[in-house]
């Protein structure tokens, strides 16, 4: 099982990025999306989360900023982010999750928005 994340870098503040998650090894179309970001010296948190219908849940710090969509025919799942704060800065990771618990997680790509 593989999510490798891509789309990660530097901006400005209020730039955009478009973060993509390809997975390979898992059904994708059944598995709960998600992104996930981690800055330096806090907790891993919630950014945004796509079920396997599509439903969309997002954290209240990005709701507005950022959408978060799938493609089941490229097994990709994207997080579009705009107006970006230099509070984004983080490292992001991928997530898929199934309705057994059974979750793995990408390797993180770098996100820095500088003000």
């Known amino acids: 099982v593989q999510l490798v994340e891509s789309g990660g870098g530097a901006v400005q503040a209020g730039g955009s990025l478009r973060l993509s998650c390809a997975a390979s090894?898992?059904?994708?179309?059944?598995?709960?999306m998600g992104w996930y970001r981690q800055a330096p010296g806090k907790e891993r948190e919630l950014v945004a989360r796509?079920?396997?219908?599509?439903?969309?849940t997002y954290a209240a710090s990005v709701k507005g900023r950022v959408t978060i969509s799938r493609d089941n025919a490229k097994n990709t799942v994207y997080l579009q982010m705009s107006d970006l704060k230099p509070e984004d800065t983080a490292i992001y990771y991928c997530?898929?999750?199934?309705?057994?618990?059974?979750?793995?997680w990408g390797q993180g790509t770098q996100v820095t928005v500088s003000s």
């Open positions: 796509i079920g396997s219908g599509g439903a969309t």
């Open positions: 997530n898929g999750q199934n309705t057994y618990a059974r979750e793995y």
């Open positions: 090894g898992i059904i994708f179309s059944i598995y709960a």
